[in-house]
T-cell receptor
Framework: DAGVIQSPRHEVTEMGQEVTLRCKPISGHDYLFWYRQTMMRGLELLIYFNNNVPIDDSGMPEDRFSAKMPNASFSTLKIQPSEPRDSAVYFC????????????FGDGTRLSIL | GESVGLHLPTLSVQEGDNSIINCAYSNSASDYFIWYKQESGKGPQFIIDIRSNMDKRQGQRVTVLLNKTVKHLSLQIAATQPGDSAVYFCAETHTGKLIFGQGTTLQVKP
């Protein structure tokens, strides 16, 4: 079975540019999560969706970050404009239900903002 | 506030020995706990989970123990193998939002 698929795996861009990260969750999973991982702060939840609807975006750092889920099989996380402090590994995860089911993670996008 | 923390940043064990990775949590309302393994360049991989109505759960070579009295979680790996070398995270939730600990690096010596 295909797991969570993220693209691109690596992204290097200059500050000020727009960055779009993509995620395809596991088919049939109703919940989708976006995380950011850094050495300093560990794994942080940015936002999550239930049935394509954003439920909690309290982890989104600031207005430069936005996320969408236009359908059950696709989500994007966009940063505009990007800054060097946005450099991190961004993970997407999905789960069948929200509360008491393990989340399954993709292999992440390593983002470097120069 | 909520926090989930790991006691040791790095654990080094001999191949074949048993490993124990510990985790403390602060929110007594947490009712679901997960252990993840993360290898370099990959996403966290689900290992085992446990609900708060249980004290122990076993998988293949792994056991999770939950002590709600002292808010402590542990992961035991039997007969540790080189392939077990990774960073291990505990996570807890009572709202559906997972809160992750900082992680423990497990190094397996041949």
């Amino acid at each position: 079975d295909a797991g969570v698929i993220q693209s691109p795996r690596h992204e290097v861009t200059e500050m000020g540019q727009e960055v779009t990260l993509r995620c395809k969750p596991i088919s049939g999973h109703d919940y989708l999560f976006w995380y950011r991982q850094t050495m300093m702060r560990g794994l942080e939840l940015l936002i999550y969706f239930n049935n394509n609807v954003p439920i909690d975006d309290s982890g989104m750092p600031e207005d430069r970050f936005s996320a969408k889920m236009p359908n059950a099989s696709f989500s994007t996380l966009k940063i505009q404009p990007s800054e060097p402090r946005d450099s991190a590994v961004y993970f997407c995860a999905s789960s069948p239900t929200g509360a008491h089911q393990p989340q399954h993670f993709g292999d992440g996008t390593r983002l470097s903002i120069l | 506030g909520e926090s989930v923390g790991l006691h040791l940043p790095t654990l080094s064990v001999q191949e074949g020995d048993n490993s124990i990775i510990n985790c403390a949590y602060s929110n007594s309302a947490s009712d679901y706990f997960i252990w993840y393994k993360q290898e370099s360049g990959k996403g966290p991989q689900f290992i085992i989970d446990i609900r708060s109505n249980m004290d122990k759960r076993q998988g293949q070579r792994v056991t999770v123990l939950l002590n709600k009295t002292v808010k402590h979680l542990s992961l035991q790996i039997a007969a540790t193998q080189p392939g077990d070398s990774a960073v291990y995270f505990c996570a807890e939730t009572h709202t559906g939002k997972l809160i992750f600990g900082q992680g423990t690096t497990l190094q397996v010596k041949p």
